[in-house]
């Protein structure tokens, strides 16, 4: 089960940091990614690091948002900095665990004046 948290509202150029703690180890977990959606759009991925700390960003995100992960906690973070009206979404963690995946439930990120 994964918990999703941080949210809020931030004036444009802010930073927040989002959470997504699990219920068990992500230690052995292959990947884990953070994904965005917006009302009538579909969910867009945002984010991913893996069992290596590798990671990899959407071009829309790339060089403002850094994910990383901290298996001691089994939490994977979002450091979200310059955000821009155009990222305001619920945020959405995600593990491939299960025969389907795992969602957490989402966040909401409010850029706005």
């Known amino acids: 089960q994964l918990q999703a948290s941080g949210g809020g509202l931030v004036q444009p150029g802010g930073s927040l940091r989002l959470s997504c703690a699990a219920s068990g180890s992500i230690f052995s977990i292959n990947y884990m990614s953070w994904y965005r959606q917006t009302p009538g759009k579909q969910r867009e991925w945002v984010a991913l690091t893996t069992s290596r700390s590798s990671t990899n960003y959407a071009a829309s995100v790339k060089n403002r948002f850094t994910i990383s992960r901290d298996n001691a906690k089994n939490t994977v973070y979002l450091q979200m900095n310059s955000l821009k009206s155009e990222d305001t979404a619920v945020y959405y963690c995600?593990?491939?665990?299960?025969?389907?995946?795992?969602w957490g439930q989402g966040t909401q990120v409010t850029v706005s004046s």
């Open positions: 995600y593990a491939p665990l299960g025969p389907s995946g795992s």
